[in-house]
C-alpha cells in the first residue's frame, strides 16, 4: 500500500536500498543518509530545519518521505507472541 504526501510524491521516489550502500538499509536516493539515521533525530528533538541545515543535501520532502516510509514498514510489521513453558 503506498502512501502519498502533498504533491502526490510517493516515498519510493526518494528512498532506496542497496545492497553495496549502508549494508542494503533504506537510505535517501543519492545520499548515505539513511532512513533510521533521519528518524532517529527527528525522535530526539531536531526539527527539519536542524536536519536541513546539518544535512544541505537533503530537503523536506527527503525527511517526509523518510517518516512515511517508516509509517508504512511499521503498517505491515506483525508481531506474534512467544509462548513459553
Known amino acids: 500500500m503506498a502512501r502519498e504526501y502533498h504533491d502526490g510524491m510517493e516515498w519510493r521516489e526518494r528512498i ?3 545492497p553495496e550502500v549502508l549494508v542494503g ?3 535517501v536516493r543519492g545520499t548515505r543518509l539513511s532512513v533510521e539515521l533521519i528518524v532517529s533525530l527527528l525522535g ?9 541545515a546539518s544535512y544541505p543535501g537533503l530537503s ?3 525527511i ?4 512515511l516510509y517508516a509509517a ?5 510489521e506483525r508481531l ?3 509462548v513459553t513453558g
Open 16 to 18: 532506496t536500498a542497496n
Open 25 to 27: 538499509k533504506p537510505v
Open 44 to 52: 530526539n528533538g531536531w526539527t527539519f530545519e536542524e536536519i536541513l
Open 60 to 62: 523536506v520532502d527527503d
Open 64 to 67: 517526509r518521505a523518510c517518516l
Open 72 to 76: 508504512e514498514v511499521l503498517t505491515e
Open 80 to 82: 506474534y507472541p512467544v
